[in-house]
């Protein structure tokens, strides 16, 4: 009797991979933007925001609308509207958490405390 190992794996279609990838670091970005949007709106404890990892946000955003970006491209190659409709949808919403994240920078950068 011989032991096997069964290891799950996904198929995903043509350009879905970058797509999901994109899409989970948007709901990173969208969980870390709504913490500082309570912290700034509402509770108004603005030592709490991400004020550290700034750039490291804008970065990750970057690199997510990259990603889709790509995922995007290989999308516009099948022809199934599905995944053409879902990857664009997925780069538009890495885009406005990118200009939402912007926005909100900006709105609160006298609130922040530089330690040089």
């Given at each position: 009797m011989r032991l096997r190992n069964r290891i799950?794996?996904?198929?995903?279609?043509?350009?879905m991979v970058?797509?999901?990838a994109a899409l989970m670091l948007f709901?990173?970005?969208l969980g870390?933007?709504?913490s500082d949007v309570h912290n700034f709106?509402?509770?108004n404890h603005y030592e709490r925001m991400s004020f550290h990892y700034t750039v490291v946000l804008i970065f990750s955003q970057v690199i997510a609308i990259c990603w889709a970006a790509t995922g995007s491209l290989y999308?516009?190659?099948?022809e199934n509207k599905y995944t053409r409709c879902s990857t664009m949808t997925i780069l538009i919403l890495n885009?406005?958490?990118f200009f939402s994240r912007l926005s909100l920078?900006?709105?609160?950068?006298?609130y922040r405390e530089e330690n040089h």
């Open positions: 799950a794996t996904f198929f995903f279609p043509k350009g970058l797509t999901t709901f990173l970005h870390v933007f709504i709106c509402i509770t999308a516009e190659m099948t885009g406005a958490m920078e900006f709105l609160a950068i006298e």
